[in-house]
Each structure stands twice: as C-alpha cells, then as structure tokens.
C-alpha cells in the first residue's frame, strides 16, 4: 500500500477496515506526539503541525470511505455532520454501512495489474480444464457453484475474490475470459455475478439443490402445458404466465439461482423463464409487483 496515497490523496476508495485501521493509526500518532512532547518540552511547537497533519489525514481517510459506498457519494456528505444528528448518520455511514461490490465512478476496492489478472487467468483456466475433465456431464448451475467455491477459496498468492469481486471492471472480466479460450469460458462473468449478488444479500453461496430441482420439474410441466395451450401468445404474454406461475412454486428458492437452470429445463421455451426471473427480480428491487 503507498501510504502516501493512503493519507494524503482524495482519490479513490476505501472499505470498512480498511478507514478504521486507518483512523486509529492516526489517533495513535496523536497520543504518541502528545507524550512524546510531554517529555521533551522543546518539541512543543511541533504538536499543533502534527494535530493539523492528522486532522487533513482523517478527513482525507472520510472522503475515500464515502467514495466506497455508490458512484454519487462525494466527500461533500462531511458537511452533513453540521446537522442535528448528521453526525450520526455520517458516523454510520463511515463505519457501518457496508460498502458498493465491484467498482463504481471513484475506482475499486482492489488494485487491478497486469500481473494479477494474468494470474487469474492460468487459475481459472487450469480449473475450468479440470472441471470439463473430471465433471462431463454437470450442468451450467452445477459448474457455476464449483467455481463460485474455486473463486472463494482462500489463496495467499492470489485472492480470486477480491480480485474478481471488487476489483474487475465488466471489461477486465470479458478481457479474462476471451483469454482464457475455453469452452466453459463464458460461466466467469455468470459466476461473478451470483457471487456479488450473494454478496449484496448476506446470503450464502448455495443452492437446496432438492427444492430446485422440484422447481424444475414443475416448470418443464407448465411450459409444455403453455405450448400447447396457449400456441398464439406472444412472447410477451408467456412470459407474464412464466412469472406468475414461479411466484406461486418457487418458495423457498432464490430467485437468481432460477437464472441457471435453462439448459436443465431442456425445453424451447426455456429462455423466457430467464426473462421472467429477471423481470421478477428487477420488480422485487424497486418493489413493484407487476403480476
């Protein structure tokens, strides 16, 4: 880490620990300086330049804390704190709220280099060679859990996760997998997103895999039910039933782990319980029931 950058630059962004091991470095230079000049009364006239030091310091450390959490925070929320009570929303905000996943307008979490995504690209090429080896016959759904958990293993040499997670811009992420040049290359970007979106939820990487699969049964039955009863709808107008017919099934079931089952559905419809997932989803986002 350039600490030089670290106290001393607005630019950027930093998370939770990230602001808090920084800010008490900053009071712990404070307290040594004070007994410091405590003992040596000719140093006294140092105390109010390093007090002023660490001050610019912290508000520098509250700026890029503020820039972790969306593309529309600015350091200018400081300002709040002359509020009633702003104070404690911007103490909440500076160590509480959790911060955004994956890079926004102010940079990421995780400093990207060349080496670094080169590195990337041999693990998760050497996974997905192994994965395509020992697992022929697994599904898109199954594949992208055993790399969900490859990508969260802890590494000392490379951590995948913060790397993929926080670190990669959607660019660097097409860039790994057109490098990568396998078969199984285009489940990277898929994987990445299930694991932010498990991220944002505080939910686990994981699937019930029974309840799913009562789920995929029961819409294979209804999509060969829509097809042959309903033979002139429109795309649109099966994808309404599609989404209402999974509201009433899919209890129990995260939405988004539905976003990989439609090469299991193994149905010519199956590409519009993908659209009625996402519909279903971006509506439970704003929270707007459409059916």
């Known amino acids: ?3 030089l950058k670290f106290y001393f630059s607005p630019k950027g962004r930093i998370d939770n620990s990230s602001y808090l091991l920084g ?4 009071l712990a230079i404070v307290f040594s300086a004070f007994f410091l000049i405590n003992e040596f009364n000719s140093l006294s006239s140092l105390f109010p330049i390093i007090i002023s030091l660490c ?17 529309d925070t600015s350091g200018w929320l400081l300002l709040i704190a002359i509020i009633p009570f702003g104070n404690l929303y911007l103490t909440y905000k500076l160590l509480f709220a959790a911060g955004n996943y994956g890079p926004n307008n102010y940079g990421t979490r995780f400093s990207i280099t060349q080496e670094r995504l080169s590195k990337a690209t041999v693990k998760l090429r050497n996974f997905l060679e192994d994965l395509e080896q020992n697992y022929p016959n697994n599904t898109d759904r199954q594949n992208i859990l055993l790399l969900g958990e490859f990508i969260k293993q802890v590494d000392t040499d490379l951590n995948l996760e913060d790397l993929l997670m926080y670190g990669c811009k959607v660019e660097d992420l097409l860039t790994i997998e057109s490098e990568i040049n396998h078969s199984l290359s285009y489940l990277v970007v898929e994987t990445v997103e299930a694991l932010q979106r498990n991220a944002l939820s505080g939910k686990p990487f994981s699937i019930n895999q029974q309840q799913l699969s009562q789920v995929i049964i029961k819409l ?10 309903y033979p002139n709808n ?12 999974i509201k009433s099934v899919a209890t129990g079931v995260r939405l988004e782990e539905l976003l990989t089952i439609e090469s299991e559905l193994n149905h010519p419809l199956g590409y519009l319980v993908v ?3 996402e519909s279903l ?11």
């Not at 800010?23 to 900053?26: K, N, T």
């Not at 001050?55 to 890029?64: A, F, G, M, R």
Request: hydrophobic fraction near 40%; charge should be negative.
């Open 1 to 3: 880490m350039n600490l």
């Open 23 to 26: 800010e008490i470095s900053l």
């Open 55 to 71: 001050v610019y310091c912290s508000i520098i450390l509250d700026i890029k804390r503020l820039h972790d959490h969306d593309s």
């Open 220 to 229: 294979r039955n209804f999509l060969e039910d829509l097809e042959q009863n």
């Open 234 to 245: 429109t795309d649109r107008q099966k994808t309404l039933l599609i989404a209402k017919f």
């Open 275 to 277: 659209e009625a997932v």
């Open 281 to 291: 989803i971006n509506n439970q986002r704003l929270g707007i029931n459409f059916l």
